[in-house]
């Protein structure tokens, strides 16, 4: 599975900004989407998840209220909604996938995804 990542940019603080991930390669069943974001010098950090089969969400504690993550299946697309975006949300974001519907201890960890997108930068700057 390829995945591609878009719609980065910059926003100032309270503004809002949408990523997209196209996935392709092959058609997602049951596979795990999810996005994490890293900032020069500190760990990639898990932000939210998607079971493509059930549609389950899993956010960070750091997003929640905040991120929306959401799928479209007709279009092997994951968005990840941002609002009320705060300067500490500046980071490099990553689109990552699992081949599995990883359970609730698993998928916030980097390890169990297989396959990434390139980042994409959000910048919250006033």
């Known amino acids: 599975v390829q995945l591609q990542a878009s719609g980065g940019g910059v926003v100032q603080p309270g503004g809002s900004l949408r990523l997209s991930c196209a996935a392709s390669?092959?058609?997602?069943?049951?596979?795990?989407l999810g996005w994490f974001r890293q900032t020069p010098g500190k760990e990639r950090e898990f932000v939210a998840a998607?079971?493509?089969?059930?549609?389950?969400?899993f956010y960070g504690d750091a997003v929640k209220g905040r991120f929306t993550i959401s799928r479209n299946n007709a279009e092997s697309t994951v968005y990840l909604q941002m609002n009320s975006l705060k300067p500490e949300d500046t980071a490099l974001y990553y689109c990552?996938?699992?081949?599995?519907?990883?359970?609730?201890?698993?998928?916030?960890?980097?390890?169990?995804?297989?396959?990434w997108g390139q980042g994409t930068l959000v910048t919250v700057s006033s």
């Open positions: 990552a996938g699992s081949g599995l519907s990883l359970i609730l201890s698993e998928i916030r960890k980097i390890a169990r995804y297989d396959y």
């Open positions: 998607i079971r493509w089969s059930g549609g389950s969400k």
């Open positions: 390669g092959r058609t997602l069943s049951r596979e795990t």
